[in-house]
Structures are given as structure tokens and as C-alpha cells.
């Protein structure tokens, strides 16, 4: 009788006891999510690693429990969440590979609505002033190295330099004087402007573009100062990709090109310069032109060929005589 309570006793305790772990067969396994991303993520461009080697990018539409929403340009994807192995946000201003050259630099950026590139793309624009008058320009190297149009700075030997740094109340504009015009390039309509940036003053820089890659009917808009208003945003469409202007091949563009644009960048929808904002008809409307990423590059390469003796008073262009005809 003793022995049996006891059995008993001991058949409760084990009842009591927490039930043995499962075996390894039988739990589920899930992949999971390695760097979350802070903060609201609807509208932000991301890249997603899934478990089976692909990598997506696109602009997050929505996430739900189980789902992530992902606009790839022309479709939009439903991405399991189980299936997401690693999110990253994208910095839309250097996204992948990016080529440094000596004064200016390229990078694979992710497609973006116009609205967006100018607010990311906006405090590399600047304005240049001069005494004959003024212009914009942009910034290619944080070193202070600006790209703008010869006859924006014609007869000149220094300029200031309008910055417009984004700060606690929004835009704050800062003028840099007497910034050195370092090199020009008349039959290319192209300058080169060296500023001595403050400490205070770091510099956005913008990536030069492919302008052989363009194809009439895309997007393009341009950042400026038109008649000195300045941070203008206007947008159009290439309309001719090899216009002869003034002697000099051009973008014809319907994107809206007044006094004072002359010099700015003409951006596509990646936030990549592809033209300089040259010239456009008075009176006429979507008649505008813009010398083409290429010649820049090629400007900016062979900087040292270009560069201003400002000794000379025609500015560093010095036409020879023309050969006697044989006798």
C-alpha cells in the first residue's frame, strides 16, 4: 500500500514538470530580417537580398504583417517578408558604384520623380555673379571646382559665388567673393570656377551623366536662377539630341531656359547632369538649348589646356596670323 502512494506521488510530480522541448525536425525555421530600417519607410527607395540570391530595389509602397510592396519603375511587387533576408535604405545622392575622377565624378543613381532630385540635388546648383551680369553654375568637386557657361563670365578673371546650404530655417544663402575663373573654353561655351569654400562650408557635388545615353522624349529638368530668381526648378522633355547651335552640337530641349539659367545643370531623372544649360530663343517657347555632359567631361579632363592666362587681356584666346599664301 505504501509503495503504491508512492508511485502515485511521484506520477503527479512528473505531471507537474515543464513538457520536454521539441525536436529539431519539427520547429520552424524562419529567414531573418538582418538590419532593420528605422523611421517611415512608405515612399522610400530600398534594396531587399532575398534567400534565393536576388536583390530587388525599388520605392517602398507599403509593408503590411506579411507583405512588402515594391514599385520597380513598371510593375509592383509583392515581396513576402519571409523571404527577405537583408532591407537597406538607399541614399538616393550615392548609390552604388560610384568613379571618382580628379575633378568630377559618376555614380549608378536610382531613378526619382523630379520633385525629389531637386530637393537632393539643389544645394550643388550656385549662383554667379559677375559685373556684366549673372549666371548659375554647379559644383563637381567638394574641393570648390565649379562648371558654368564662358559668356557668363566673359572679360572676367574673378567672380563671386553664391552657395545655398540647407539649414535649420530652410535655404541659407552665402556669397563666396572673388572665386578665381580658372579655366575657358570659348568655342565650347565652358568655364571653370575655383572657390576657396570656408571650413564652415562643406559642398554637395553633383555626378556627371552619360549624354549619349539620352534619347529624344526623356525627362529633363534644370536648376537655376533665371532673371536672378534663384533655386528655379523647370521641366520638359529632350526634344532633338543633336541640334546644331551656334556652331556647337546641343540638347534641344522644351525645359524653360532664361536669362540667368545660363550655366546650371540640366539633370535626368537618375540626378545626373547630362547638359549645361546654354541658350534659348526670345519669344519663343520650348526652342531651348544645352551643351552635353560629354564636352564637359572632355573640358574637365584636359582642364590644364584650358586653362586662363590672366595676363592677356582677350582672356586666354589668342587667334595666330593666318599662313602667307605661297608664292
Request: hydrophobic share 40%; charged share 20%; proline share 6%.
Amino acid at each position: 500500500m505504501v509503495v503504491a502512494m508512492l508511485l502515485a506521488t511521484m506520477t503527479v510530480l512528473f505531471c507537474w514538470q515543464d513538457p520536454p522541448p521539441a525536436p529539431p525536425s519539427i520547429v520552424e525555421t524562419r529567414p531573418a530580417v538582418v538590419d532593420r530600417v528605422e523611421g517611415p519607410v512608405e515612399g522610400r527607395v530600398e534594396a531587399l537580398d532575398l534567400g534565393n540570391g536576388c536583390r530587388l530595389q525599388g520605392r517602398v509602397l507599403r509593408v503590411s504583417e506579411s507583405t512588402i510592396f515594391l514599385d520597380v519603375g513598371f510593375d509592383v511587387l509583392k515581396v513576402p517578408t519571409a523571404a527577405v533576408l537583408h532591407r537597406e535604405s538607399v541614399d538616393g545622392a550615392r548609390t552604388g558604384r560610384v568613379e571618382r575622377r580628379a575633378l568630377w565624378s559618376r555614380a549608378e543613381l536610382p531613378e526619382r520623380s523630379v520633385a525629389e532630385g531637386a530637393k537632393v540635388m539643389g544645394e550643388a546648383v550656385v549662383k554667379i555673379e559677375a559685373a556684366g551680369g549673372q549666371g548659375s553654375g554647379f559644383v563637381t568637386h567638394a574641393d570648390g571646382w565649379i562648371v558654368t557657361n564662358f559668356h557668363v563670365v566673359e572679360r572676367e578673371v574673378e567672380v563671386d559665388v553664391v552657395v545655398y546650404q540647407v539649414g535649420r530655417n530652410g535655404f541659407e544663402p552665402r556669397t563666396v567673393r572673388k572665386c578665381k575663373v580658372a579655366a575657358i573654353a570659348p568655342t565650347l561655351d565652358l568655364a571653370l570656377v575655383k572657390m576657396e569654400p570656408p571650413q564652415d562650408l562643406p559642398l554637395k557635388t553633383v555626378f556627371l551623366g552619360d549624354s549619349d545615353a539620352m534619347r529624344v522624349g526623356d525627362t529633363v529638368y534644370a536648376i537655376g536662377a533665371p532673371i536672378g530668381l534663384d533655386r528655379t526648378v523647370s521641366s520638359g522633355i529632350i526634344s532633338v539630341t543633336n541640334r546644331t547651335f551656334e556652331g556647337r552640337c546641343h540638347f534641344q530641349i522644351t525645359t524653360p531656359i532664361n536669362p540667368g539659367n545660363s550655366g546650371g545643370p540640366l539633370f535626368n531623372l537618375r540626378g545626373e547632369v547630362v547638359g549645361v544649360n546654354s541658350a534659348g530663343y526670345q519669344g519663343f517657347q520650348g526652342l531651348n538649348f544645352a551643351i552635353q555632359s560629354k564636352y564637359v567631361i572632355d573640358f574637365l579632363d584636359n582642364r590644364d589646356a584650358f586653362a586662363l592666362d590672366s595676363t592677356r587681356s582677350e582672356n586666354g584666346v589668342h587667334y595666330l596670323p593666318a599662313p602667307k599664301k605661297p608664292q
